[in-house]
């Protein structure tokens, strides 16, 4: 019998409010598996909110300072600050060594 162990890396976004307010976020990069033990796998990372409205626009956009040398398996990316949003989309951009390594966003509705 083989089993099969899932490997990878996630990036994970939850965001706290109520309506178009914004209070606070939880944005992670969790790695499992082999992925979680490569040494170095992740430097010089930082994160960088955008923020769309219904036609694609963006209207702000907020960056993490970068967070310097590596790491691997988990990292917390600073939470947005607080704000009112506007309908549309709010999505946080992993980077790397200042390259995107990773995306994920929310759809913000009234």
Partial sequence: MTIVVPAGCFL???VRG?????TGSTTA?????????VPGMFCNWSG???FKDVNGRQYAQETTSVRSGCGQAVF???SVKKHTLRPGSMCV???NNG????????????
Avoid: K, W
């Avoid at 990069?29 to 033990?37: F, M, P, R, S, T």
């Fill in 18 to 22: 109520s309506g178009l307010r914004v």
């Fill in 76 to 78: 917390n990316i600073p």
């Fill in 29 to 37: 990069v969790e790695c499992y598996g082999l992925a979680a033990v």
């Fill in 12 to 14: 994970n976004m939850s």
């Fill in 93 to 95: 951009d992993f980077r």
């Fill in 48 to 50: 960088v909110y955008r």
């Fill in 99 to 110: 390259e995107v390594r990773g995306r994920t966003c929310m759809a913000i509705y009234r």
